[in-house]
């Protein structure tokens, strides 16, 4: 039996557009060719994103269409080989963190066999030419355009099941850690510069996330659906994944698969990652909610967002359950001249922990003991590296006891863990994968390896001014009362002055007004059973959150209004809403 309410699935329901989205390969033929000029010559591209399978869609639809000639674009791609060269430097050797990449997706190919395919689309007189492959647009701008889209977490199943590898390279086989990390510092930057103008053009967006089950929507209603969703609150889809310190509470409170060990963590705002799904008509299309930011950015980050970080979702709601779990690695995040310097990202993985369920006795870990030895602490953390001896953070790190709504700030520099037994809710800076293990408690992962250390980093960034005075009056509950009224009270509690994110928590069990003041604003229900968010001059649809259910609402919303709905009447409910400082 269904015990939770929390929407796994969230869909963003479209207004209009019905008849416009198709489902499965032999509709989605039908209505590519029906699109096509059925006299003269018609160029149709089908560019694609990488880890869309080739061999499915031109069986299921390129060769369906019975072209006079098909072109893949791959093949004028440069050797495995070359693109090593090229990329080596944003590879690096270490296994988890590369360099971002500034590269454009021409200089993947062999400018002569481009050259070449454009002369031989150029030439031919009359009939169907499909050019196809990620990149395909670099041949033809296409008389047709269709753009396969692909979400980063599904691509990220495929790399695990070990159907794939980079793209041009033959690493099925490679450690996974290094497979992710080719793609997040340079893959998924250069297709994302590729795709968003293909995207403000494509006749057709085809969703190929579900094998054999794809769906097609209209780039008019694409671009609808996207502007729509810039208006409204709207949910991203979470995914759960297991980790080595993963806990047991998701697993239980969401109703998740009970045959998995345990969840560790859920992102459930990192657009970058997430998907989002649209309800056109009868068809339920899956995109990379990527998409949105990178279309779109204006509308939903605001002015000033967009102004300082570009087309990128600044912020991260994440989960991370170590409920009936272990304890975090113990860590670090850079300084932002480190991170810019080492790894050309422009701001740092600033986080806070919220807590949403304690156990008795749960603890962070933050920050050094007064009065400790930087030296003696490193040179304890690199001979628990060698395997010489435990590493002893009883003397060496402060472990303030944790309980369900507290908030611990965690400006980078500071060294910090979750213990067991929390249920925390990040409330962080978007990076999310620069994180400096310090030590692992001498533990392997679910692999069977021990999971990278990177004390070298780390040893550059620790700020050591962090100790126990200061931890204790900078960085937990620094709740301040902001505002009151009728059934309800209004807090602030973070982040620090070096962390470019304001939180508010509210409190209340009648109707809060709430306003994006031309900023984004991401929230989470972390306490009552259901609340519903509506317009005060009925310019969206009512939106239902439930319990732990993180929702963003767009900049371009302005005014807003959260009450207690269904089973939160009568309660004292909670949101905690995070936005960036003006
Ligand atoms: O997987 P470990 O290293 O234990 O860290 C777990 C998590 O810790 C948090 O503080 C963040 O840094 C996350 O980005 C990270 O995924």
Redesign the pocket.
Same mark, same amino acid.
């Given at each position: 039996m269904k015990k939770s309410a929390y929407n796994q699935f969230p869909e963003v329901r479209i207004d209009g557009f019905a008849g416009h989205a198709w489902q499965g390969w032999e509709a989605i033929a039908r209505k590519v060719q029906a699109a096509l000029s059925q006299n003269g010559k018609t160029v149709l591209v089908i560019d694609c994103y990488p880890g869309v399978r080739l061999d499915e869609l031109q069986t299921r639809l390129v060769n369906k269409l019975c072209p006079l000639r098909a072109i893949n674009v791959e093949d004028a791609r440069h050797s495995e080989q070359h693109l090593h060269d090229l990329l080596a430097s944003n590879l690096t050797d270490d296994r988890v963190f590369g360099v971002l990449s500034c590269h454009q997706l021409i200089e993947f190919f062999d400018a002569g066999k481009l050259a070449q395919m454009q002369h031989e689309v150029e030439e031919i007189e009359a009939g169907l030419v499909v050019v196809y492959g990620p990149g395909a647009a670099l041949v033809h701008e296409g008389d047709v355009l269709v753009y396969a889209d692909l979400a980063r977490w599904e691509i990220q199943q495929r790399f695990r099941s070990g159907e794939l590898g980079n793209w041009g390279t033959e690493n099925q086989q490679e450690d996974i850690l290094r497979r992710y990390k080719r793609a997040f510092f340079i893959e998924w930057r250069v297709f994302d510069r590729h795709k968003t103008p293909l995207l403000k053009r494509a006749d057709f967006l085809l969703d190929t996330n579900q094998k054999e089950s794809p769906t097609l929507v209209t780039g008019e209603a694409l671009r609808h659906a996207l502007q729509q969703t810039t208006r409204q609150p709207f949910r991203v889809v979470p995914f759960f994944d297991p980790?080595v #310190?993963g806990g047991q509470w998701m697993k239980e409170k969401f109703d998740l698969d009970p045959s998995k060990p345990n969840y560790a #963590?859920c992102f459930d705002c990192v657009p970058e990652e997430n998907s989002l799904l649209l309800r056109v008509g009868d068809v339920r299309v899956e995109i990379p909610s990527q998409d949105l930011v990178l279309l779109y950015p204006r509308p939903l980050l605001g002015e000033k967002v967009h102004a300082r970080f570009g087309a990128e979702f600044p912020i991260r709601f994440d989960f991370?359950d170590t409920v009936g779990g272990q304890n975090?690695?113990f860590?670090v995040?850079p300084l932002t001249e480190y991170i810019q310097q080492h790894f050309g990202m422009h701001y740092t993985?600033d986080?806070s922990y919220y807590l949403l369920e304690a156990e008795p006795g749960a603890e962070v870990y933050l920050g050094t003991k007064t009065g400790i030895s930087p030296q003696e602490m490193l040179n304890d953390l690199a001979a628990a590296q060698r395997g010489e001896k435990a590493f002893d953070d009883e003397k060496f790190v402060n472990r303030f006891p944790a309980h369900k709504h507290d908030h611990f700030l965690i400006p980078a520099g500071t060294v910090?863990?979750?213990g067991s037994g929390a249920m925390v809710l990040?409330i962080s800076a978007t990076p999310?994968?620069f994180?400096f293990?310090l030590w692992d408690w001498g533990r392997l992962g679910l692999d069977g390896l021990p999971?990278p250390v990177h004390l070298e980093h780390g040893q550059h960034v620790i700020d050591w001014q962090r100790d126990t005075e200061w931890a204790t009056e900078h960085l937990i509950n620094q709740f301040e009362p902001v505002a009151e009224g009728d059934g309800w009270r209004e807090e602030r509690t973070g982040l620090h002055e070096r962390e470019f994110i304001e939180t508010r928590r509210h409190w209340f069990s009648k109707p809060v007004l709430h306003d994006t003041q031309g900023g984004v604003n991401v929230l989470n229900l972390v306490e009552g059973s259901e609340a519903l968010v509506d317009s005060p001059n009925n310019a969206f649809e009512p939106f239902v959150v439930h319990y732990a259910e993180t929702f963003i609402v767009p900049a371009a919303v302005g005014e807003y209004r959260i009450s207690p709905y269904g089973e939160g009447v009568g309660q004292q409910l909670a949101t905690m809403k995070a936005w960036v400082r003006g």
């Open positions: 980790g #310190w #963590w991370l975090l690695s860590q995040h993985q986080e910090h863990c979750a990040e999310y994968i994180t293990k999971r």
